[in-house]
């Protein structure tokens, strides 16, 4: 059975040493308020509440499934009532302004809440991660009073929201939807068409859901161009914001699933649904990127969360499971067999997952910081450079955290070994959950093509040199040539990452040449492209990490092993994990000849 416990001493040491979080909120009179107190005390309530309501729920949910009947939909057993708990204790306000209800703490803080839910419980952590997306839509584009009008309850968590994108005949090509929507003389629009994949898109958690939805007028432009998007509540919403009659939009059914069979994923129809534009016609695609990028980041921490979920069920089941004696000589004489723990191959798979969970947990609160920044920008040049540097990052975190999420979710089940593929252990759910994260919000493909694409080709690596300016910075800082004290300890970290993001922007400039004359080469090299980024990212986390707990055990405090395991953990991931560049660098500047090569008819004989 699984059972989720937040690794809040790993929390407290990124927000405490690694990004100074708390100097961060006090540049900031919006944020200062939140002192380390109070961040602690909310980590600490929403372990409680995550670990308590949410965690019992994880395996009944995916055993139950939700209930269709007749266009309704009914969540699993428990689930609703763990939401009006989350509801009653204010937690889907916590990082949303003030003026709609909202606790106004930064956002970096509202990551806490998201990472401890979606670990606990990815499939409840779904109806209220949706509705984050859609508030913050409105947040940024929405008129006042439609802000008036929604967001209030959907800030308390008292209506929920979805996004409506993809249709049967177009998932990531949304040039090709067909969802219409007529003018009405009264300022509002018929909408007519059918969604699809719609994740919590029909559930009985709330009275009601706004729906954000994509479609095109009648005299739109072609392709993404034409694309506008509007607000569908489920139940009109009347001048008083109390509800109204039911509109015109009903689920058709819900998909039967490999994983998140707790989450509802509906079929929503609209049938001449009132919707209301947001914005200005036809700037559809470009609002909904709000939308996109904030399930990006959430779909991002699901690879986090999927990793650490693992780990947390495959460490205690290593050191208790005893199987054959150690290579070394018998660890545990007085056992019939030693723990698998002490076998060589156990303990890298567990490592890996460690430097993978914790890895990847600072790469989230990193963007963390300046999703902070850019909410809190003063100018649009300012908020140019913050919105720069997120939209670099987020395809990294989005596909690189979600199939290394996987992959620890799998090596979790390889420690069980028979055991993990029986669902009472609950690594085969965990499995069957994380699936789906490395092809929604974008497929690893899809945002291995927005990042070499658009990020580095089309912008000519502008974002990139910024980013490799800053990590070649810190290694000169932080180097053996430098005053720093930890110098000749951090040099096994500084010199291979230094080196790994000069052959970046070599390699960049590279692919840009060979693009000019043989587009494939984007389409052929982009994955390994992305993950190389991946890795190269991660290990500026985690030499961060080292400085910073090779600064900690300097002061010798009472849990220096913590920070010894840092280290340790650094260790591991420059010497077993960092080398998977090398084959990275060879593919991704292979020529695409041997991929493209054979006509779409000669790859089968049958």
């Known amino acids: 059975m699984t059972q989720y416990s937040a690794p809040i001493a790993d929390l407290k040491f990124l927000f405490d040493d690694v990004f100074n979080f708390y100097e961060h909120y006090q540049k900031y009179p919006e944020y200062q308020e939140a002192t380390q107190d109070l961040v602690e005390m909310i980590m600490e309530e929403c372990n409680k509440f995550c670990s308590s309501e949410l965690s019992p729920l994880y395996q009944s949910g995916d055993k139950e499934g939700c209930h269709f009947n007749d266009g309704e939909v009914t969540t699993p057993k428990g689930f609703k009532e763990s939401y009006q708990t989350y509801v009653e204790a204010g937690w889907q306000g916590l990082a949303h302004p003030v003026e709609y209800g909202g606790q106004g703490l930064p956002p970096s803080i509202g990551l806490v809440r998201t990472e401890m839910m979606a670990t606990a419980n990815w499939a409840w952590a779904m109806y209220p991660g949706l509705s984050l997306g859609a508030m913050n839509t409105l947040i940024e584009h929405a008129s006042e009073a439609q802000k008036q009008c929604y967001l209030p309850k959907l800030t308390s968590g008292e209506w929920a929201g979805t996004m409506c994108l993809t249709e049967a005949q177009c998932g ?78 009903t689920c058709g059914s819900i998909e039967d699933k490999m994983g998140i069979k707790a989450s509802s994923t509906a079929v929503l129809n609209f049938d001449n649904a009132k919707g209301f534009l947001i914005g200005e016609a036809n700037h559809g695609l470009e609002y909904m990127f709000t939308f996109m990028n904030t399930a990006r980041i959430g779909t991002a921490m699901q690879g986090v969360s999927s990793s650490e979920l693992a780990f947390q069920i495959s460490l205690p089941y290593a050191k208790e499971r005893i199987s054959m004696r150690s290579l070394s000589g018998i660890k545990k004489p007085e056992l019939e067999a030693d723990p698998i723990i002490v076998h060589p191959d156990v303990r890298k798979m567990l490592m890996m997952q460690k430097v993978i969970s914790e890895g990847g947990r600072a790469m989230i609160y990193y963007a963390g910081k300046i999703v902070d920044n850019l909410n809190l920008a003063k100018n649009e040049k300012e908020k140019a450079k913050y919105d720069d540097q997120l939209g670099f990052l987020t395809p990294i975190l989005k596909a690189f955290l979600t199939e290394l999420g996987l992959e620890s979710a799998n090596l979790g089940m390889q420690v069980f070994g028979g055991h993990g593929y029986i669902k009472e252990w609950g690594l085969e759910q965990i499995v069957r959950d994380a699936r789906i994260s490395t092809l929604y919000e974008g ?51 500084i010199w291979p990452l230094s080196k790994a993001v000069l052959n970046w922007q070599q390699y960049s400039l590279r692919l840009a040449l060979k693009a000019r004359k043989n587009r494939d080469i984007v389409g052929t090299a982009s994955v390994d492209y992305l993950m190389f980024s991946g890795y190269i990212t991660m290990a500026y986390m985690w030499t961060m990490m080292a400085q910073k707990a090779n600064e900690k055990i300097a002061e010798k405090p009472d849990n220096i092993e913590f920070y010894r395991a840092k280290v340790r953990a650094a260790e591991f991931y420059f010497d077993r994990v960092f080398p998977r560049i090398k084959s990275l660098s060879t593919t991704m500047m292979s020529d695409p000849k041997s991929i493209m090569r054979l006509d779409d008819d000669s790859f089968s004989f049958l």
């Open 172 to 249: 990531s090509d949304l040039g090709q939807i067909r969802t219409k929507a007529v003018p009405n003389n009264d300022g509002s629009y018929d909408i007519t068409g059918s969604k699809i994949f719609i994740s919590a898109g029909e559930h009985d958690l709330t009275d009601n859901i706004i729906h954000i939805v994509l479609a095109k007028l009648p005299d739109a432009p072609k392709g993404t161009r034409g694309i506008s998007v509007f607000i569908v509540p489920k139940v009109l919403v009347n001048d008083d914001s109390s509800l109204g009659q039911k509109n015109a939009v």
């Open 443 to 493: 497929t690893t493909g899809i945002q291995a093509l927005d990042l070499l694409g658009r990020k580095i080709l089309m912008q000519r690596g502008h974002s990139l040199q910024n980013f490799a300016r800053e990590i070649l910075g810190y290694c000169k800082d932080h180097s053996m040539i430098s005053d720093n004290p930890h110098g000749r300890r951090m040099n096994k970290f």
